[in-house]
């Protein structure tokens, strides 16, 4: 990756939106829409209209920087086997710079059966880090029977705390699922950005989901390389660097409509340049999946 496209944007305290970068962090909003949707489509029983997603992660660093904390909490409404909408609360606590709160709404629609459109917007009210809005929308295509196609458009809008000024970053994402089987797939994503209508950065990621383990649980490994504004890097140089990410969640259900999500992400971050080690974070995570 050529260093001028990855070290030129001083926006030293984007965010940590811990669990949705690349889709490898935790079970993603898609995830959860996917999974209602199948269990609609074949229902053993009347299906569930709501579902609750609370989340609390830590992230503590390897030298003397304040452990980062995030709470989340994620709802959504099942309408119909095509129709998904949902409200989340995000309350991300980045000592020193503050603590910023999200909030987004967002939604799922199958206008025909092998197309999935989604959107979600956040917005900010007081940011101390964090952009003040975040635009995007996207689909899946299912361009074969076990090959669907992903993008998504993602505009992050800052008009109070980026050093610049006011400005925006944008960013695409497409990407590929390949399913080995009902239990099995693989997604990989590739995503390029803009930072304030110049500068440039690139980010790859995948992930190995596995299904219907022991006791009905889910395993997802995953790993990226580059750079991605969902992750704050949370430091005073002027630089947009990269970092190694890998993960390791687990869901494992306890009852028919309730289960557990525990795991892990761990963070390299590289200096600017890309030169030798910034600093190394690790995020346990836990959370829970409630239907009713």
């Not at 829409?33 to 299906?47: G, H, L, M, N, Y």
């Not at 890097?233 to 660097?241: E, I």
Request: charged share 15%; glycine share 8%; net charge negative.
């Amino acid at each position: 990756m050529n260093p001028r496209h990855i070290t030129i944007i001083p926006i030293a305290a984007l965010f940590l939106h811990a669990l949705h970068a690349a889709e490898i962090e935790r079970p993603t909003d898609q995830d959860l829409i996917r999974q209602q949707r199948t269990e609609v489509e074949e229902p053993a029983e009347p299906f569930k209209h709501w579902t609750i997603v609370p989340m609390y992660s830590y992230g503590p660093f390897n030298n003397d920087r304040s452990a980062w904390q995030e709470e989340l909490i994620q709802i959504f409404y099942q309408h119909n086997p095509q129709f998904m909408v949902g409200a989340e609360i995000d309350i991300m606590q980045r000592p020193p710079s503050g603590t910023d709160i999200l909030y987004s709404g967002l939604a799922s629609w199958y206008p025909v059966k092998y197309l999935e459109l989604h959107t979600k917007l956040s917005f900010c009210p007081d940011p101390q880090f964090a952009p003040n809005q975040i635009y995007n929308g996207g689909f899946e295509y299912w361009i074969a029977p076990r090959l669907v196609a992903l993008f998504d458009y993602t505009q992050y809008n800052f008009s109070s705390v980026a050093p610049l000024g006011t400005g925006s970053l944008e960013q695409i994402r497409p990407g590929l699922t390949y399913y080995f089987n009902d239990d099995i797939w693989l997604t990989f994503r590739y995503a390029h950005g803009w930072g304030f209508g110049e500068n440039q950065y690139n980010y790859y990621g995948g992930s190995l989901n596995i299904a219907n383990m022991p006791g009905g649980g889910k395993l997802t490994v995953g790993f990226a390389y580059g750079t991605d504004p969902d992750i704050d890097f949370g430091t005073a140089d002027p630089s947009l660097s990269n970092a190694y990410i890998g993960t390791l969640f687990y869901q494992q259900p306890i009852t028919k409509d309730f289960s557990i999500i525990a795991g892990t992400q761990y963070i390299y971050r590289l200096k600017e340049n890309n030169t030798g080690q910034l600093y190394q974070q690790w995020v346990p995570t836990i959370g829970a999946v409630w239907k009713f």
